[in-house]
């Protein structure tokens, strides 16, 4: 007989493959999952048991249109990906040249995102970059950043602490670079996630300890748009950003009222 | 029954069959990871109409259904290299690749807003013209109706609805009037009950 606590962990894991496991629920679940083996075996256990009410279905084809339109966009991210690598190794060979002072830095960063392609030389440099971890994307971001920082000369557009918020995938949504003495924040969107036309995503600041959240504002919503916001707090103050899915013009509340799906870890950069 | 008799028996071919089907799959899967497009579509061909069909009973909405598909089949081109066989079959992998991202729209969307998905509550262990929605003939479909049976036909319902028809917590308890309360009681129970029956069968 499971102990009260695996019986716990057996009907969230169910829930989850049943799909009544919404909202915040849902998001803090996944999150448990990416570390969680022994979650994770559990949720194994529900698709495996319940997969014969899916699988074993009256089946219907599909209209002819879809799997054109399916290799349509794998082939429009491919070029997607091609065109940043391209304007990233141009950049980053453009700073190696000049000294590369005022490039901003979240273009730079443009090259850490990392979506799969296929199929062309630049693929396996994506391959590369795709199979970094979390903690090396971000690393080799902040020293792209401290790189580039060196040879500025005014401190006021110098960022001081960088974050990529990622998707479950792992992929870069926005890159964010803040300043902590002139409380500038500026976000480059990479790849944001498709809104209804009455949504936002608006990015919070986390306190540590449990001390609640400070709102930033919404963010950019158009890939390769760049923002500035102003800081609320110092991202010394902050454990991380976090950012959750509102209506159109924000929270209303002083709080997040949608999911938090995404979070970006606050990396100190060193600058000289 | 012999070794032999068994080794000939319907179902044994049917589970041979079905493991044959599924290498095929893994194959092809495993290809697709390496940027093979032919076989990308034939994976496309062997599951989409499966697939296709969970997401239009789960959507209500061809055109929902299709762009689901869609966004589906992207996601395992990106993330084919994930899939690891040993944690499972190569074709529930899909299915729950493309379940979590219909259930992600069912999230986005208000798709529930719609009369003909009323259910009587004087008949909560119907679906409709179809009180199990799923084919016999598979070992683990069998296994899965068996251990179903033994739930109350209100508790199966509300498990066999959400997991079909991705209802929430919150619509089933509107739909079949009962409280929220009852609702998350019964399938978070009848969880565990399907769990020492299947565990039985194992």
């Known amino acids: 007989m499971d102990t009260p606590d695996e019986q716990w962990w057996d009907a969230q894991a169910g829930e989850y493959v049943l799909g009544t496991l919404r909202g915040a629920e849902r998001d803090v679940f996944e999150k448990i999952l990416k570390v969680d083996q022994e979650a994770f075996n559990r949720v194994l256990f529900w698709q495996q048991a319940l997969s014969p009410m899916s699988e074993n279905i ?19 991210q491919q070029a997607q990906a091609k065109a940043s690598v391209k304007a990233a190794l141009d950049d980053t060979t453009n700073n190696s040249a000049t000294g590369g002072s005022t490039t901003p830095l979240t273009n730079t960063v443009v090259k850490t995102s990392p979506r799969r392609r296929r199929s062309s030389r630049s693929n396996r440099l994506w ?33 001081d602490s960088i974050s990529i918020v990622l998707n479950e995938q792992k992929e870069s949504l926005w890159v964010l670079s803040a300043n902590s003495d002139t409380r500038e924040l500026h976000i480059t969107a990479l790849n944001p996630p ?27 919503t158009t890939a390769g748009t760049t923002t ?45 | ?63 929902l259904a299709e762009e689901a598909l869609q966004e589906s089949f992207v996601k395992i081109w990106n993330n084919a290299s994930e899939y690891q066989p040993q944690n499972g079959k190569a074709r529930t992998w899909l299915t729950s690749i493309t379940r979590n991202h219909g259930i992600d729209t069912l999230r986005k969307r208000n798709i529930r807003e719609r009369n003909d998905l009323q259910m009587d509550p004087q008949d909560v262990g119907e679906h409709p013209g179809n009180p199990m929605p799923f ?14 049976d033994q739930l109350s036909e209100s508790a199966r319902s509300c498990v066999v ?26 399938i978070r129970r009848s969880l565990l009950t399907l769990k020492e029956c299947l565990n039985g069968y194992a």
């Open chain 1, 58 to 76: 009256d089946e219907i084809e599909p209209p002819h249109y879809v799997f054109p339109k399916i290799t349509a966009q794998i082939q429009a």
């Open chain 1, 127 to 159: 391959k590369g970059l795709t199979t970094l971890a979390t903690a090396a994307t971000i690393a080799m971001a902040a020293l792209l950043v401290n790189t580039l920082n060196q040879p500025t000369s005014s401190a006021t557009t110098t960022a």
């Open chain 1, 194 to 220: 498709t809104l209804e036309a009455h949504q936002s995503h608006q990015l919070w600041m986390v306190k540590p300890d449990d001390a609640g959240v400070t709102s930033v504002g919404l963010l950019p």
């Open chain 1, 228 to 272: 500035t916001l102003t800081l609320p707090m110092s991202t010394n103050e902050a454990k991380l950003f976090a950012v959750s899915l509102e209506v159109l013009t924000g929270s209303a509340l002083a709080v997040p009222t949608g999911p938090v799906l995404y979070t970006g870890s606050i990396i100190p950069v060193q600058n000289p």
């Open chain 2, 1 to 63: 029954m012999t070794t032999e008799s068994a080794q000939n028996s319907p179902s044994t071919l049917t589970k041979d069959s079905s493991n044959k089907a599924d290498d095929n799959l893994i194959e092809w899967i495993k290809a697709s990871a390496s940027g093979d497009e032919g076989a990308f579509k034939k994976l496309y061909d062997a599951t989409s109409p499966q697939l296709f069909a969970m997401l239009r009973r789960l959507l209500i909405s061809d055109e």
């Open chain 2, 135 to 148: 084919a016999l003939g598979h070992e683990n479909s069998e296994r899965l109706l068996l251990c179903l």
């Open chain 2, 161 to 186: 609805r959400s997991y079909c028809e991705g209802f929430s917590h919150e619509e089933l308890s509107d739909q079949l009037q009962r409280p929220i309360g009852t609702i998350k009681s019964w």
